[in-house]
């Protein structure tokens, strides 16, 4: 566990309030949800509230007041359960809004059963209203409700909100710049990912050694505890997004996860798992042979998604567009189609008419953060230039890298090729100078998987 760091949510939430400049803005937290009849799935906070607040726990609501007025000041408000110990028996612990207001640094604490009280009275007299309508419809009718008690008033002298805004738009922005606290904390869930990657290599040479001795099967799934036991023993609280291992022919299915399938001799392996560390995912995806060693086919393609992932990590830098490193990806896979005869044409040909989606038909990444497919635009508004609206790369910003090729079965396509899947992902957080490969601890090169994983047979030998 990190430390709480009071400041640093003090100052996200004084960030927002200096952008709200006037207004009251609510901000819910996710809810708990059934998995079946009365179990629940893992609760999951909501990732915008939890960012302003460090605040875990369910049934919470942040209220924020700006103001400009220079007699009255911003304030921060958190609604929260009580402390109950009957409850506190059966669940566990909760903060109650007394110590929730010292611990997270808030300037008044509620219980949440005060809401419906207060919310009218907090709104009352507020230009403006910063709040995400369409995100819960439950929340939708609360904050209605509430509006409407506020122009109840009106003829008692009470104005209300005369404009809405979407307050997860402003946190947006700020989600997508990452503060040296972030930075810490997905540097280091980069690193248990990354280890886990590893470890998952060797777990798999030392039990193909096994499996060919004595018909122990490797099930994918089997890979996938090895990731959530590696997560957890290295503090990370869950896996970023369900993992993806997906043995030959399953890595040809782009969001496979079923992970059932028994690992084959001469396949190759795609695992595509990270894990959240304190809120904050990692998301990295490696692809090594079941057996420790590339075919040449499989060698063949595997070098050149490496080597177009080479070229969209170089591309991503400050002063760079958003699109900069798929651009760099595609170059390299294209020529590499047109090379192995997957694609017919020329290089200019291929790109134009997109015939190479046949084998690569994802992007090159996405943003990375609280969410795995973190918050953010894409592209700006103004200035467009000849690169279009791409938004441009800022040190802070940390995304993913992440070409691929899956090759289907075709009539058009060398059977050599057949049913190999290929994605290669690290992290990427842009800096000053270009950037840092927050995730470089995972082994990628041919040579050093096929080292380490001839290394973890040797010992099951
Ligand atoms: N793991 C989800 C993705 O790579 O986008
Ligand atoms: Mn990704
Ligand atoms: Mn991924």
Same mark, same amino acid.
């Given at each position: 566990m990190t430390m709480f760091n009071l400041k640093e949510f003090q100052a996200r939430r004084n960030q927002l309030l200096a952008n709200m400049v006037e207004g009251v803005a609510i901000i819910p937290t996710a809810p708990e949800v059934i998995r079946n009849r009365d179990s629940h799935y893992p609760y999951r906070f909501d990732s915008h509230f939890y960012y302003l607040t460090g605040f875990k726990e369910p049934d919470s609501v942040l209220v924020l007041i700006a103001s400009d007025d220079s007699k009255s000041e911003n304030k921060s408000i958190l609604f929260c359960r009580d402390k109950d110990m009957e409850r506190e028996i059966w669940d566990g612990f909760r903060y109650g809004p007394e110590a929730a207001k010292t611990t997270f640094g808030f300037d008044e604490t509620y219980s949440i059963a005060q809401l419906d009280d207060m919310l009218p009275k907090l709104m009352?007299?507020?230009?403006k209203l910063f709040y995400s309508l369409g995100a819960s419809s439950d929340w939708d009718v609360k904050v209605t409700g509430w509006l409407n008690k506020v122009k109840d008033l009106a003829r008692a002298g009470v104005s209300a909100p005369e404009s809405i805004v979407d307050v997860r738009q402003l946190i947006d922005v700020q989600r997508l710049l990452k503060t040296p606290y972030e930075i810490d904390l997905m540097r280091r869930s980069a690193n248990i990912a990354a280890g886990a990657h590893n470890r998952a290599m060797m777990f798999v040479a030392g039990k193909f050694v096994k499996a060919n001795q004595n018909e122990y099967a490797i099930k994918e799934n089997e890979v996938e505890a090895e990731f959530l036991h590696e997560f957890y023993k290295n503090g990370s609280q869950s896996p970023a997004y369900t993992s993806i291992v997906a043995g030959g022919a399953n890595a040809c299915t782009l969001h496979y996860n079923a992970n059932n399938c028994v690992l084959k001799n001469g396949d190759l392996l795609l695992i595509d798992a990270g894990c959240e560390l304190d809120g904050y995912a990692s998301d990295i995806t490696r692809t090594f042979p079941v057996n420790g060693k590339f075919s040449p086919a499989q060698k063949d393609l595997y070098e050149l998604v490496l080597a177009s992932q080479f070229a969209a990590i170089d591309a991503a830098k400050p002063n760079n567009h958003w699109n900069a490193p798929h651009e760099a990806a595609l170059e390299i896979l294209v020529q590499g189609f047109i090379d192995f005869k997957l694609c017919k044409g020329t290089k200019e040909e291929v790109l134009e008419n997109g015939s190479y989606r046949q084998f690569y038909m994802h992007r090159t990444g996405h943003w990375l953060g609280?969410?795995?497919?973190?918050?953010?635009?894409?592209?700006?508004?103004? =200035?467009?230039d000849k690169a279009g609206n791409w938004a441009i790369l800022e040190p802070g910003n940390t995304l993913t890298v992440e070409p691929g090729c899956y090759v289907r079965p075709?009539?058009?396509? =060398?059977?050599?090729?057949?049913?190999i899947g290929i994605r290669i992902e690290d992290d990427v957080l842009i800096t000053k100078t270009g950037n840092e490969v927050l995730t470089k601890n995972a082994v990628k090169t041919v040579a050093d998987i096929e080292a380490l994983m001839a290394d973890a047979k040797s010992k099951h030998v």
């Open positions: 009352a007299n507020q230009s609280l969410d795995v497919h973190d918050v953010g635009q894409y592209t700006i508004k103004e =200035p467009k075709a009539d058009n396509v =060398p059977e050599h090729f057949w049913s």
